[in-house]
């Protein structure tokens, strides 16, 4: 079957890092999505990853093992802003599906 | 960012009512999607289209059908909905099938009474 597994919920002070961990059993594989969606309005694209390693995007990056099905989402130097649920998703191969995960929401404290 | 317009933003109706949730892309896009979003769940693909084709339709009840006039413009016309069919609905777009990150509208709440 297909599956994407992230926490529910997380909580994280502001200035810190947090990592947001993205796991997935998908029958193919055409590049892992990162997306950011705030209460009420539409999810963003944040990063993505098609080859293993790390990629950086300002204070977010993205981590990719495609052998062990496996991604991050860095946050570095929290802001209250970042705030909101965060959706792992993968492309399925040759196609258009892309397949979510339920997302994590994260709380930013003071 | 208004790449992706939907309307209308809210929607209540009742159950033997008839409807159309409209999506519009100035992207220059060729893809465009209709998911659904409850409460906790994971984004449900509902269906694609590439150039104004249907190439996914993914098992959804015919109570939804879409329309594609053109590459810019997706409907989703609601006909008998259910009270589970109470969600945010999320149309986006891509530039084609290839790994792009997808486009989403801020949505149609809709509320079934």
């Known amino acids: 079957g297909q599956n994407i597994d992230q926490p529910t919920e997380m909580t994280a002070t502001e200035g810190a890092i947090v990592q947001i961990n993205c796991t997935y059993q998908?029958?193919?594989?055409?590049?892992l999505f990162w997306y950011q969606q705030h209460a009420g309005e539409a999810p963003t694209f944040l990063s993505y990853?098609?080859?293993?390693g790390l990629e950086e995007k300002g204070r977010f990056s993205s981590f990719l093992s495609r052998s062990k099905g496996y991604s991050y989402l860095l946050l570095k130097e929290l802001q209250m802003k970042d705030s909101a649920s965060y959706l792992c998703?993968?492309?399925?191969?040759?196609?258009?599906?892309?397949?979510f995960g339920a997302g994590t929401r994260l709380f930013v404290k003071a | 960012e208004t790449g992706v317009t939907q309307t209308p933003r809210h929607l209540v109706m009742g159950m033997t009512n008839k409807k159309s949730l409209k999506c519009e892309q100035h992207?220059?896009?060729?893809?465009m999607y209709w998911y659904k979003q409850s409460a906790k769940k994971p984004l449900e693909l509902m269906f694609v289209?590439?150039?104004?084709?249907?190439?996914e339709n993914n098992s959804v009840p015919s109570r939804f059908s879409p329309e594609c006039p053109n590459s810019s413009h997706l409907f989703l016309h609601l006909h008998t909905l259910q009270p589970e069919d109470s969600a945010l609905y999320l149309c986006?777009?891509?530039?084609?099938?290839?790994?792009?990150?997808?486009?989403f509208g801020d949505g149609t709440r809709l509320s079934i009474l």
């Open positions: 289209y590439n150039f104004k084709e249907q190439t």
């Open positions: 992207l220059g896009h060729n893809a």
């Open positions: 998908t029958s193919g594989f055409n590049g």
């Open positions: 990853n098609v080859l293993d």
């Open positions: 998703a993968v492309r399925d191969t040759g196609g258009f599906k892309t397949i």
């Open positions: 986006a777009s891509s530039p084609n099938r290839g790994p792009q990150p997808q486009h």
